[in-house]
């Protein structure tokens, strides 16, 4: 137990390290589970930061498919201009880590921009693997690789860390790190309450982004919404 909880307090201290700022910008959590929705169920995310807001609804369609789209208002760097991001994306659970001690998926997904070139192309098109490893004492272990590329940009590794512990019945702190290309990666932790079981759920995020001599740090808000079994 003890070694656990040093290996999350190692990780939320990288938080004093600099990154990059990039795509991952404002999200409520940067390295994905393998399930994300209950089976048979639907979810809605929305959560909000200084740089873009986010509402996100998901449905588990099928017990090993999961399919979400959402919509992002973007700060463009002009003065009283932003932008909107639409995206959709499809994970397949081939091992739900919802029952499964290792858990296995695989997400693809593109994004488009409202204000973005090449116009009526994808602004952006990834995809990545997930594995989960239940630690025991409360403690869930995810990593992400994959790849993404962004217009006109070059094609790039994406990687990702991220550490939860259930502190309380209801209460959770998550630690994560996430990187592409060559760029130094975020870092971002998050404390999670349950408001209403399997029903309603609160995250709040303080994100590091940004060179050591430029550094960036910012907050992020967030809600899920859960319904009970559609079918």
């Known amino acids: 137990m003890i070694r656990h909880v040093l290996s999350l307090a190692l990780l939320l201290g990288v938080l004093g390290a600099g990154c990059s700022p990039g ?5 409520q959590v940067l390295v994905d589970d393998p399930t994300s929705v209950s089976r048979g169920a639907a979810q809605l995310e929305a959560w909000h930061s200084i740089e873009e807001s986010w509402i996100a609804p998901a449905v588990r369609v099928h017990p090993n498919l999961e399919l ?4 992002a208002f973007l700060t463009t760097g002009r003065e009283d201009r932003r932008t909107v991001e639409y995206s959709a994306e499809g994970k397949v659970l081939l091992r739900p880590g919802s029952t499964h001690r290792v858990g296995l998926a695989a997400v693809g997904g593109a994004g488009v921009r409202q204000l973005g070139l090449p116009r009526n192309r994808p602004a952006t098109v990834y995809g990545y693997g997930i594995v989960s490893q239940d630690l025991g004492a409360g403690l869930t272990a995810y990593q992400n690789v994959g790849w993404i590329h962004e217009e006109s940009g070059p094609h790039q590794l994406t990687w990702g860390v991220r ?13 994560e790190a996430y990187g592409e290309g060559r760029s130094t990666p975020f870092f971002q932790a998050l404390a999670r309450a349950v408001l209403l079981p399997d029903r309603i759920e609160m995250d709040v995020s303080v994100t590091r982004a940004g060179p050591f001599d430029d550094r960036q740090t910012w907050a992020t808000v967030g809600l899920t919404f859960m319904s009970a079994p559609l079918y």
């Open 163 to 175: 550490l939860d512990w259930s502190v309380l019945n209801r209460v959770g702190l998550i630690a």
């Open 23 to 27: 795509a991952a910008l404002g999200q």
């Open 68 to 71: 979400a789209v959402g919509t």
